[in-house]
């Protein structure tokens, strides 16, 4: 987001940023939310280091393909590679989305804009506020695995801010902490009610 004389910038935390006119100083008044991705170097060169390393070993057994002679040998190779290709694609969008990805939320001309923003794409969904049925939290429970892994550094997360619109979900706001996402609802649903007056 492009910050001019005329706004205010509000940091929630070091990744969650919200953006108000000088002029009117109430949660009300939002222009913007910008959210980045965490990105402490040593975790993402330990990242970087995992998928060069995922990459060459996988290199290495699926180059022993023309060599094995027994079909069972084959048939491991095979099946290794799409558990390999899976894993190696998936750590590659995870960096990827560490390193460039960002999501930014605004209200304008009464409608929320929602975009989703990485490496090479630009994802932007658009809702006109009197659609907008609610917005709630998704909540994480670390007793469920999915939720637990969520909270990891070497996945993109968990979307912990839902939108329901015309009874269609929409998600955003991916691995942010209990504070940030209130936050966030807070301030959407301030500003929401203030354009449907």
């Known amino acids: 987001m492009q910050v001019d004389n005329n706004l ?16 009117k100083q109430d949660d009300s008044t939002i222009v913007s939310i910008v959210i980045l991705p965490y990105t402490e170097k040593w975790r993402m060169w330990g990242l970087l280091l995992w998928i060069v390393a ?5 290199l290495l057994v699926l180059s022993n ?42 209200i304008k001309d009464n409608k929320l804009f929602v975009e989703e923003s990485g490496w090479r794409y630009r994802k932007v969904n658009s809702f006109k506020i009197q659609d907008i049925n609610g917005i709630d939290i ?14 990891s550094f070497w996945s993109k997360g968990k979307p912990r801010l839902k939108i329901n619109v015309l009874g ?9 902490t209990d504070k940030e ?16 007056d």
């Open 8 to 23: 205010k910038i509000q940091q929630i935390s070091p990744r969650v940023s919200l953006a108000y006119p000088t002029e």
């Open 54 to 58: 995922w990459t060459i070993s996988g």
């Open 65 to 106: 393909y023309k060599l094995a002679k027994q079909q069972e040998q084959k048939l491991f190779i095979i099946i290794f590679f799409f558990f390999w290709i899976y894993y190696e694609w998936k750590m590659i969008n995870v960096y990827l989305w560490k390193k460039w990805g960002k999501e930014r939320l605004w």
């Open 138 to 151: 998704e909540e994480l429970n670390e007793k469920v695995f999915s939720d637990f892994m969520s909270n």
């Open 168 to 176: 269609k979900n929409y998600y955003c706001c991916y691995q942010l």
């Open 181 to 196: 996402v209130h936050s966030i609802a807070l301030s959407l649903m301030k500003v929401m009610e203030r354009n449907r």
